[in-house]
C-alpha cells in the first residue's frame, strides 16, 4: 500500500521556497521542519540540500506515514532521518541535547493559520529555547500586514478557514512580529512569493 499523500500546493511552491531557502540557510547542520504534512518538501529540500540534515515532523500519524513512504519512494532512507512526532503544544519539545546543539534553523511552512493561536506562540516560545543567537526560524504562508489581508484571495481564504474552525485564520505579521520579540526573535526580513504568500525570516 502506497501511504504517500500529493499535497497540490507543494508542488507549485516547492521551488521559490526552495530559492528562499537557498540564500538563509547554514552549509550544514540540522534544519527541522515543524508540521512536514505529506513529506513532499521534506525530501524536495533534503535532495537539494544534501550537506544539511533535513528533521520533518508532524503530531499526525497518517503525515508521518506519508513522510516515510516519500523517504522509502525517493530512495532517501538512510540518507534523511524519519519525521519526528512533534506537536508544537507539547512543550517543551523533546528533542536530545545532541539534536540541539547540531540545530541551525527552523522552518514551518503553512501552519500557523490552520492550528490555534496558541500553536503559533508555542512555536516561537520553543524556537526561543531551541535556537541560538543569530539562528533562524522562517515561516511561510498567507499573512495580513498591519490588520490587512493582501489580497482579496487571501480575504477569502482566510474566511473559509475561520468557517472551518474558529480558532483557525490568517494570521498578522504585526501580531506574529509582538509574539517573537518577547522571545528574542526578530523579524529580519519578509519576501514577497507566488499566490500571496509570504516567507518570513526572524532571528534569534
Ligand atoms: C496545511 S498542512 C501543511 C503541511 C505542509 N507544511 C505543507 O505545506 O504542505 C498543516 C500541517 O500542520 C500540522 N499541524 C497542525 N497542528 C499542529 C501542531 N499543533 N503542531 C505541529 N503541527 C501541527 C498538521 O498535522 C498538518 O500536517
Not at 468557517?163 to 501580531?175: A, I
Amino acid at each position: 500500500m502506497d501511504d504517500r499523500f500529493f499535497f497540490p500546493a507543494t508542488l507549485r511552491n516547492r521551488a521559490p521556497i526552495g530559492d528562499v531557502l537557498m540564500k538563509i540557510l547554514p552549509k550544514n547542520g540540522i534544519v527541522l521542519e515543524i508540521a512536514s504534512g505529506s513529506g513532499e518538501h521534506g525530501i524536495t529540500f533534503q535532495k537539494k540540500f544534501p550537506n544539511i540534515c533535513w528533521q520533518t515532523s508532524d503530531p499526525d500519524p497518517s503525515c508521518r506515514k506519508s513522510i516515510k513512504a516519500w523517504i522509502d519512494h525517493e530512495g532517501l532512507s538512510g540518507k534523511m532521518p524519519m519525521p519526528l512526532d512533534l506537536d508544537v503544544l507539547k512543550r517543551p519539545w523533546q528533542l536530545s541535547s545532541e539534536f540541539k546543539s547540531s540545530l541551525r534553523a527552523i522552518i514551518c511552512i503553512n501552519m500557523i493559520h490552520i492550528s490555534p493561536w496558541c500553536c503559533t506562540k508555542a512555536l516561537f516560545q520553543e524556537a526561543e529555547t531551541c535556537l541560538e543567537k543569530d539562528q533562524l526560524l522562517m515561516l511561510y504562508g498567507p499573512f495580513k500586514i498591519s490588520g490587512e489581508h493582501i489580497s482579496a484571495s487571501n480575504y477569502n481564504f482566510d474566511k473559509t478557514l475561520r468557517s472551518q474552525n474558529s480558532l483557525w485564520g490568517v494570521r498578522d505579521l504585526d501580531d506574529i512580529s509582538e509574539i517573537a520579540k518577547t522571545h528574542k526573535l526578530e523579524m529580519v526580513e519578509k519576501i514577497i512569493m507566488p499566490a500571496n504568500n509570504l516567507s518570513v525570516i526572524f532571528q534569534r
